[in-house]
């Protein structure tokens, strides 16, 4: 009996087990960023390196193996099932031993020595990208990058096979069912819109058109706590749960946790700047309504994980660029800022909107980059990955390639490595494929918030986000993303459901087209 105390409810208790443990992880890996003293790094390091064992034999075991079998037997075979299902619940079991089997297979088809070397390679591969990027010397770094990229197709090997796409395998581990030519079509699109798009902006600016900081907005002297207050404020309206989650400051903001009853957010503050630590609230508050949102009935289970990065991301940049950095916000939030920080009372909603919306071409950063900017900065890394994996770029050319890639997209050339091929740890520890899920976040998000504008309509939604009321948003999210989990097969698939079609790179870039057109006849 498929879900009950057949092999498929069994497979569940297993997988339930599994899930609590890698919220014990969670946990551990939230507090070791947020309150962990220093002097206890190696204890924890000891803590984790045991815990992650102790995970990885039981997700190995071959009576968890034999369990999804049965499983599928169970189901008649673990197909794609899809939303459209006749039985939504046999439906959900069917993606769970889906995802199942997919976690099983990889994890077993590396092998152990492999495994080891990974973790060890990603460690020093870390220390030598530090020292690298310190001394701004991309030689030192490159050594080891050559073994990390070895390394990466070695594993493609054993996961999917001798003849196997190696990067396509590598994207798969965040973008699930991607593949570099589907990127590439994606991607192709956006440079096509973009590139002149962004040439035609900053001829404007140097005309003297655009927005400019206000220096209300600019001056500094925002207190910290003021800050705090007001990022509570913003997170309660977005109907964040402050009983199942709670707001602490990091290093760099990020999202964590160990279950959606716990779902940790951060965001760092600065007296000098003030909207950084706000749009990082934003931003980290989109992931954990996510978090908070996810199926009860898949609670512990596959199915109600996050589908990819990419879709992760496009809830957390709804949030921050659909809703956060348009005009309507700012009619609400302004009163917000005001009453926690008096200075900026000189400002008002349209002083807000430009400042967040200001466009910096040159900036060579890409965690700095503008909305405008950000995707061509990936686009630059998603072209140069592609190159790593088929040959036709060699390492030991990657600042050259990357410092004339800048220059033709972005109108800029890195001085140094520091700032230029070295600016991004990703590559430390193997992590190719990553930097398109940021790009993809932000195109999905787009999609959905053009098909919630339509389902709920739009001026009554503008209406409600300039008022502070986000509920009918969050409850659409809810119910078209969060629950659904891993569901689909892929993003694509998703992205299909909730808007009638895949991913179309022409809906992102005829939104900036229009947003920052307006932007500088304004």
Known sequence: MAGGGGA???????????????????????????MLPGGAAAARGRQKAALAAAVHERATHPELGALIGAAEEELGGAGGATAAAADAALAFDRATVRDARRAF???????????????????????CWAEAREKGDFDLFAPVLEELLELRREVARHVAGPEADAYNTQIDLYERGMTHA???????????????LLEDVKAQMAAGRGPAPHPALSSGGFPLAAQEAACREIATAMGFDWERGRLDVSVHPFTGGSHPSDVRITTRYSEDTLLDGIMGLVHETGHALYEQGRNPEQDGL??????????????????ERMVAQ???????????LHEHLPGTRDAGAEDFYRHVNRVNPGNLIRVDADELSYPLHVLVRFEIERGLFDGSIRVRDLPRVWNAKYAEYLGVEPPSDKVGVLQDVHWSD????????????AM???????????????????????????????????????????????????????????LDPAVFVRYLERKYRALLEG
């Open 326 to 336: 348009r005009r309507s916000f700012w009619t609400w939030a302004e009163g917000i």
């Open 105 to 127: 297979d990889r994890a077993t088809r590396v092998p152990e020595e492999l495994v080891k070397r990974q973790a060890e390679l990603g460690s020093r591969g870390y220390h």
């Open 302 to 319: 596959p199915v109600s994980e996050a589908l990819s990065m990419g879709i992760h991301e496009s809830q957390s940049l709804l949030w």
């Open 444 to 502: 999905y998000a787009c999609q959905f918030w053009e098909q919630a504008m339509e389902e709920l309509g739009g001026a009554e939604l503008e209406a409600e986000v300039a008022a502070g009321d986000f509920g009918r948003l969050k409850g659409w999210l809810n119910e078209k993303v969060h629950r659904l989990g891993s569901l689909h097969p892929s993003a694509d698939e998703l992205c299909e459901a909730v808007t009638g079609s895949k």
């Open 182 to 196: 589907r990127l590439q079509e994606i991607f192709s699109g956006i440079k096509e819109g973009l590139v002149p």
């Open 430 to 441: 193997g992590s190719f494929g990553y930097f398109p899920s940021y790009t993809l976040g």
């Open 8 to 34: 498929v409810g069994r497979l569940k208790g297993r997988l339930r087990d599994l899930d609590a443990l890698g919220g014990c992880a969670g946990a551990l890996g939230w507090d070791e960023l947020v």
